[in-house]
């Protein structure tokens, strides 16, 4: 899933201050999962701008809704009737969310309630840790189904660099290495020789690297 | 003489906070007239939005009164429940608003004394705070 966390509170009531009719809306994807932009979160975020607007004099309206998606036209849509009684928009879905709100109501100030972290998942109850890097060409059947491209700090395709010590990585010691897991978990698969194997360089292109991107399945274009 | 009345909200677990309850009412001890009880199955059941409705609609405090940390039949209910009351202070304080307003009371079911001792703590320390600056 994506992985958001909550904007500080402060932050969210400097960005509203001039709006006297707020509207936030959360989604029920990714951020509903990772607890952060789900119903449960827009009821909170809407109770605590309604504290903030009676104990600055009233006259603040918050409104909540929560959408399927907020990544999906189709959803988006639902929502005009209501957008068109508020002066702002907060969207706590992760920041495709506040985009798609923005390009369907251009006239509206929307403004994001989270910041989008990575693709992770949950490694325990309220721990997320990061898994994937949309690098668009997926490689970590071999490494032993590690991604060394998410998660080594260099994103090393060869090997573990100098700063590995003791299975941790040089950034910190909460941060395991990768490559360490690999090399053992192959190792222990009697996989070893797989990664000597010669492999050409990889194509960095479908990354980030090449610019933003877009898919196209023409077997679904209507 | 303070005349002001703070009004305040109680969370209590239906355990041991009301088996307290239960106690001082035995003892014929009362609670202040301006708590207003909100019984729970568990306190780890209480959200945070549940804390944070009280103060919306102009409760002037809130608190919840649960088991000790070692004794919620539902194993963690209790320290579920503190760290909510922790993130509700964390909010509070982010909207410039005391963070005392809000506490979290450990009680068992023989503490009957100590039941209505808490409901009187929170009472004279709203007073000392004053009203809530959430109007409604």
Known sequence: ?222 | MNDFQPQIVAFCCSNCASAAAKIADGMKKTLPDNVKIIQVPCTGRIEVLHLLKPFENGADGVYVAGCQDDSCQFISGISKAAKRVAHVKAILEALEIEPDRISLFNLSAAKGNRFVEVAYEMTDRLKELGPTPVKI
């Open chain 1, 1 to 222: 899933m994506i992985v958001a966390e909550a904007k500080p509170v402060k932050e969210i009531l400097e960005m509203v201050k001039d709006y006297q009719k707020v509207l936030v809306i959360g989604c029920k994807g990714c951020v509903s999962v990772c607890n952060v932009g789900g119903a449960k979160e827009a009821a909170i975020l809407a109770s605590t701008l309604r504290i903030a607007g009676k104990k600055n004099g009233g006259g603040v309206e918050v409104g909540e809704h929560t959408l399927e998606r907020q990544c999906d036209p189709e959803y988006v849509d639902e929502v005009k009737d209501m957008v068109e009684n508020y002066d702002a928009v907060i969207s706590i879905a992760c920041g495709v969310g506040p985009q798609f709100l923005s390009e369907r109501y251009p006239h509206k100030r929307v403004f994001p309630g989270v910041n989008t972290k990575f693709m992770g998942g949950a490694i325990e109850h309220g721990v997320w840790a990061e898994r994937c890097a949309g690098c668009g060409q997926c490689v970590v059947h071999f490494f032993g189904g590690l991604c060394p491209v998410a998660r080594c700090s260099k994103s090393l395709f060869n090997g573990p660099c100098g700063g590995s010590d003791s299975g941790k990585c040089e950034i910190s010691k909460d941060v395991d290495c990768i490559w360490d897991m690999i090399v053992r978990k192959m190792m222990a698969e009697g996989r070893l020789q797989e990664l000597v194997e010669f492999r050409p360089p990889k194509n960095w292109t479908t990354a980030r690297d090449g610019g933003p991107r877009k898919l196209v399945r023409e077997e679904l274009v209507k």
